[in-house]
């Protein structure tokens, strides 16, 4: 069975930092684009990094650019992603997701597998 599993979220003040971290079993994602996901309350789920099956590629969501940075580990079957200067706006749930037919995608539709979310909350 496929597992995606995020970890590294929790509380931090504005301005602070977090690692998210997402370890995959029970297959390899190495041939695939990986993505990070977020979903707030009521709005809707927003793809903010992307990053290519070689790691020769990354992409980001323009309210995240400069802030954060995705990154991959395909001998530890891993895929991270490095957020700093949080802000409040921040705070959501955030999952990660592979994209098993494409090398590199932003686009959501191509994600095919995800984890849980591990949830970053941001305070003022």
């Known amino acids: 069975q496929v597992h995606l599993v995020e970890s590294g979220g929790g509380l931090v003040q504005a301005g602070g930092s977090l690692r998210l971290s997402c370890a995959a079993s029970?297959?390899?994602?190495?041939?695939?684009?990986m993505g990070w996901f977020r979903q707030a309350p009521e709005k809707e789920r927003e793809l903010v990094a992307a990053?290519?099956?070689?790691?020769?590629?990354?992409q980001y969501a323009t309210s995240v650019e400069g802030r954060c940075t995705i990154s991959r580990d395909n001998e530890k079957n891993e895929l991270y992603l490095q957020m700093n200067s949080l802000k409040p706006e921040d705070s959501a749930l955030y999952f990660c997701?592979?994209?098993?037919?494409?090398?590199?995608?932003?686009?959501?539709?191509?994600?095919?597998?995800w984890g849980q979310g591990t949830q970053v909350t941001v305070s003022s």
């Open positions: 990053i290519d099956w070689r790691s020769s590629k990354t």
């Open positions: 997701a592979a994209a098993t037919r494409y090398g590199f995608s932003f686009a959501a539709n191509d994600y095919n597998y």
């Open positions: 029970g297959r390899t994602f190495n041939n695939a684009g």
